[in-house]
């Protein structure tokens, strides 16, 4: 069997009079993109910080393609590519020069060309001789993540990097993202905005106090859902609707003229039972959905409250 | 890797350039052209009259040594102070914006990291030094001195250029806001203490400010400047003594800022580092004073003026002892962290980590050392000597263990918590002596013993064993708010 190209296991890090990361394991296999959820001070950043060896941690372990951090740190850089939630640039180098610096860290092959590949995988070749201090945030943040690109990483951790996007920025984010997913990478990427990271994670981590409450597939997370709120729209007769919805195990939200909300309790298979029942007993449904997408009702399941 | 090849050095390097250099390079060079031009100014005008006229000065070689004096003071002032400075600048703000870290997840090594700092940032300033002592050399050559005046200056200016590069890398790393006007200062504050005996002096040494002073003295000059100073009575040429302090501090230091680089939450130093360390500076000092007494404290060996000698060295002693204590004592969380690794929780496995073992190997080493004046004169002057070492090992005792309690008591506010407690034992008894004039109360200073046993042979050992005993007890119950707090915080980590 492979080994998983990002494992960490029973990651735990102190801090004075408060225990940051508590007993986190996370697998991460090539083309996986996890988002790793949590309100403000659950572990995120540090998590980060700790799987790309700039903190310290007390136990666990953290390994990337097999190679560990605390035995092989040299082998881990080539293969990890940190993105910090803030833009660490030189402010009086263009965006090529700040480019040039870490391709010659990396000791990166072809490094004028690999500098052109990653300006222009951020869109950035128009600004490749501008200062870093010209740029908006939301450039710097482009240019960090080209950085972050230039030795190819197998492994990406995102710190809030769509914070300082505008609305094109972050689907150009996306796009990119989308395309290291396709290209094999493995992706943990932190955000508050849970849209940001829907339709592209396949997997999401939920912390709360250190502690990762949740983790999964969000198909298997969302299975594991014991309530999921959903939305309907019906033309015709309203109260045979709302009497068939509340014989299940339904709690109505909100309920109008031609349609409701509701938190249903129970699994995908019984949720089909009931969306079949209305309309074998003649409810004509014109709508059927969710409420809020995947990720939104995982981490709301999840126990994690204050997300902001 | 090359220098050439080193990216950090690489982007410094561009952004000393895009700040420009030519207008600093112009600056040095009008400086030094300005006083080749009033060298060869006062050489014409000694050549028509005999003197020169206002100066004083009747030979081209006491002309030139003054203006070269002027030319090296100016470089000096540039690549060391500034070109200090601005690496100290460039680290901090590149720790500030995140880069440090960034830096630090390429797969460059340590050493080149540093290396990369520790000549990119003062690039300019070591420009406009180079075109100064190309113009130091024009003096030295105009006037006729003998050019070894400047290979030495110029050498022992680069070699302390080089080592207080490490330093400010050190204290870029260490500290937040530059610190160079308060080490300033504090040089400023020990001068008038180093130049009492000159020649037999460390700080004069580590910057080379004697090695200089000595390349610029004749035969019949000030003999405190003159002289050759001696390493336990055998005589040493300056230059060598400073550089061969400079590289071994600097060697630490070195050591200091790879490990920290490699994982900044390792201490400072490491244990056995702080002991060679300061046997090192207390072991040297005392060689360089061996020749006051040879090793018969009380009896100078030549008619010398020097009897404060000893308690300054002793003062020196308890400074270097308590700056090793800080910076080499572990933080009470990395050592919680460490005995949850390691699974220790016993409080023996805490002392062994702790500051305050260390005060105790440093307490023996400076015994060791201060024995080197005492030695063959100790039947004599063994209450002295005693006295001097008991002090010693209760000052950095209380010390480690008053920092300890007050950082596992205070937390972030132990620093201030520790100055207030040293200003009470050591401080107030000295001011109420003052305010009361009663030279009793400034006995019971922690100081006090040490001091007064090396100044006055014959002080009244009954008190001065008293206070000692006074100190003890304070040791004593420091010892066991230490040990209380050390429970606790283990206690908290089984929990």
Known sequence: MSQPLLAIEHLRVDFPAVVAVNDLSLTMEPGDVCGLIGPNGAGKTTTMRAVSGLQEFTRGSVRVSGHELAHEPDEMKRRLGFMPDFCPTYDQLTAAEFLEHFARAFDVPERGRRIEECLELTWLTDKRDSLCEELSRGMKQRLVLAKTLLPDPQVLLLDEPASGLDPLGRIELRKILLQLRDAGKAVLISSHILTELSGFCNKAAIMERGKLVKSGTIADLGQQMNTRRMSVKWRGDAAKAREILQGANVKIIETAGIGATFDFAGDTDALDELLKSLVVQGVRISEWRGVGDDLEQIFLQSGAKELM | ?495
């Open chain 2, 1 to 495: 890797m090359k220098l050439s090849e080193n990216p950090i050095f690489i982007t410094h390097k561009r952004l000393v350039h895009r700040g420009g250099v030519l207008a600093a390079v112009l600056i040095a060079g009008l400086i030094g052209f300005s006083l080749l031009l009033g060298l060869l100014n006062s050489l014409s005008e000694i050549k028509l009259s005999g003197q020169l006229h206002g100066w004083g000065f009747r030979s081209p070689a006491e002309t030139g040594k003054n203006i070269y004096g002027w030319v090296i003071g100016v470089e000096i002032l540039v690549l060391v102070m500034l070109g200090v400075n601005r690496v100290t600048r460039a680290l901090q703000e590149d720790r500030k914006a995140g880069l440090w870290d960034s830096n630090r997840l390429t797969p460059l090594k340590p050493g080149q990291i540093i290396t990369g700092y520790w000549f990119a940032p003062g690039l300019r300033e070591g420009y406009m030094a180079a075109v100064l002592a190309g113009f130091g050399l024009l003096v030295v050559l105009f006037s006729q001195l003998p050019v070894t005046l400047w290979l030495g200056t110029q050498t022992l200016i680069w070699s302390t250029a080089l080592f207080c590069g490490l330093l400010g890398i050190l204290f870029g790393m260490a500290a937040q806001k530059s610190s160079g006007a308060v080490i300033f200062l504090a040089m400023l504050m020990f001068c008038p203490f180093s130049f009492i005996a000159p020649s037999r002096m460390l700080t004069n040494f580590l910057f080379p400010i004697y090695g200089i002073a000595n390349l610029f003295q004749t035969g019949d000059g000030n003999r405190d400047w003159t002289r050759m100073p001696e390493i336990f009575g055998l005589p040493v040429p300056p230059i060598l003594i400073s550089l061969a302090l400079q590289a071994i501090l600097g060697l630490f230091v070195w050591r200091t800022l790879v490990r920290k680089t490699a994982n900044p939450f390792q201490p400072l130093l490491l244990r056995w580092e702080a002991v060679a360390l300061f046997s090192m500076l207390v072991g040297s000092q005392h060689a360089l004073l061996w020749d006051a007494w040879h090793g018969k404290f009380t009896a100078p060996s030549e008619p010398w003026r020097g009897r404060e000698l000893l308690p300054i060295v002793h003062g020196g002693t308890l400074i270097i002892g308590l700056i090793l204590l800080v910076l080499a004592s572990p933080q009470p969380e990395h050592v919680r962290v460490e005995s949850m690794r390691l699974g220790f929780k016993n409080l023996g496995a805490v002392f062994s980590r702790s500051a305050v073992s260390l005060a105790l190997s440093l307490a023996g080493v400076a015994g060791l050392a201060l024995l080197a004046q005492f030695a063959w004169g100790l039947a004599a002057s063994w209450q002295a000597y005693l006295v001097a070492v008991l002090n010693l090992a209760e000052f950095l005792l209380i010390f480690a263990l008053l920092l300890e309690f007050c950082r596992l008591r205070h937390r972030r506010r132990a620093l201030g918590f520790v100055a207030l407690w040293l200003f009470v034992l050591c401080a107030v008894p000295l001011i109420l002596a003052a305010v009361f004039s009663n030279e009793m109360i400034a006995r019971v200073s922690l100081l006090a013993p040490g001091f007064m046993a090396l100044t006055n042979g014959a002080e009244s050992w009954p008190q001065l064993f008293l206070a000692l005993l006074a100190h003890f007890c304070v040791v004593v119950i420091l010892f066991f708010g230490w040990r209380r707090q050390w429970k606790k915080l283990l206690a908290h980590t089984a929990g």
